[in-house]
């Protein structure tokens, strides 16, 4: 795949660049975090969550919301699925990292999606990204691993809330405030397989 940088232009339509942000605590914390030869993710972490950077992250970025800091570490060089949530998601790229992303729109109606539409883009260490509400994404990919700090809005990503509702509009509804469409060979288990084409690898 094409490694675009994330400072190009064609990566507006997905996200925007943070600066301004004191990542040396997060990137403190991170040293102990593993790096499995899998994915490893780790929804809130309190110790990130209780440091200074985390209340400029809830108020210049999340409005004042409630937040979770957590990490997404391992090795991974292929796309396997790509979810999105109903706001923005800030990863920090703690070392060099690459995301594969697409636009929610391009989701057909029966929920289906052209993986040839995915770019990749080349994150380097250090960089604040934000991805919008209608980027997809999924695990980070790297040639020699990654260690991805991720913030979003408290409880995402947590066990599903048991509910009475029954509706179509759930079936990609795989934790909290969690859509995802799955590659059949990545054989995720109870997964809608929606993603059609070639499993994007570096």
């Known amino acids: 795949m094409e490694l675009i940088p994330v400072t190009d232009k064609r990566f507006r339509p997905y996200g925007k660049i943070w600066k301004d ?12 975090a593993p790096c499995p030869d899998d994915v490893v993710y780790v929804a809130s972490v309190p110790e990130m969550e209780s440091l200074p950077v985390c209340e400029d992250f809830r108020i210049r970025v999340f409005g004042g919301l409630p937040i979770e800091i957590g990490y997404c570490n391992g090795h991974n060089k292929k ?12 990863n920090i790229a703690v ?44 695990a980070p ?11 979003l809005p408290k409880e995402t990503n947590f066990d599903t809330v048991p509910t009475s509702v029954k509706h179509d509009d759930l079936k990609l509804l795989t934790a909290r405030n969690k ?24």
């Open 21 to 32: 942000f004191d990542l040396s605590g997060l990137e403190k914390e991170m040293e102990k």
């Open 179 to 202: 859509w995802l469409i799955a590659h059949p060979d990545a054989k995720i288990e109870g997964a809608f397989n929606g993603l059609k084409g070639v499993n994007c690898e570096l």
């Open 141 to 151: 990919a790297s040639e020699d691993g990654f260690k991805v700090i991720v913030i």
């Open 79 to 90: 796309l396997n699925a790509l979810e999105y949530h109903r706001n923005s998601e800030i």
């Open 95 to 138: 070392t060099d990292a690459v995301l594969m992303l697409g636009h929610l729109w391009d989701v057909e109606d029966d929920n289906t999606y052209d993986t040839s539409k995915v770019e990749a883009f080349f994150v380097p260490k250090g960089t604040v990204v934000e991805m919008y509400q209608t980027t997809l994404h999924y």
